[in-house]
Nanobody
Framework: VQLQASGGGLVQAGGSMRLSCAAS????????MGWFRQAPGKEREFVSA????????VYQDSVKGRFTISRDNAKNTVYLQMISLKPEDTAIYYC???????????????????WGQGTLVTVSS
């Protein structure tokens, strides 16, 4: 099983970026998917999740209204659309999968089944 995150890079504050996470070796249709991030010198934190069943979504308070998570089961891919980016959004972004979980439950990192390798997002001021 491999989760391949992509789409990171350098963007100016106020800009937009879309991250993708493509899965291989597993069908994501029964997996709730999430995005986490780890800023330099900080612990990894939950960003957003989308459930496997109804597509319910959950967001960290600091990204509500700016980030949108979505999924395309036919392409076995999950996305994170980010707008109005801020320097404090700078981090390595990781996608994650957990089978049959609720979106809320994805914030518990100890229960993740699979992690992606991360993609770096840098927001300049």
């Amino acid at each position: 099983v491999q989760l391949q995150a992509s789409g990171g890079g350098l963007v100016q504050a106020g800009g937009s970026m879309r991250l993708s996470c493509a899965a291989s070796g597993v069908a994501l249709v029964t997996y709730t998917m999430g995005w986490f991030r780890q800023a330099p010198g900080k612990e990894r934190e939950f960003v957003s999740a989308i459930s496997w069943s109804r597509g319910a979504t959950v967001y960290q308070d600091s990204v509500k209204g700016r980030f949108t998570i979505s999924r395309d089961n036919a392409k076995n891919t999950v996305y994170l659309q980010m707008i109005s980016l801020k320097p404090e959004d700078t981090a390595i972004y990781y996608c994650a999968a957990r089978r049959f979980a609720t979106a809320q439950a994805m914030s518990d990192m100890t229960t993740i089944d699979y992690w992606g390798q991360g993609t770096l997002v840098t927001v300049s001021s």
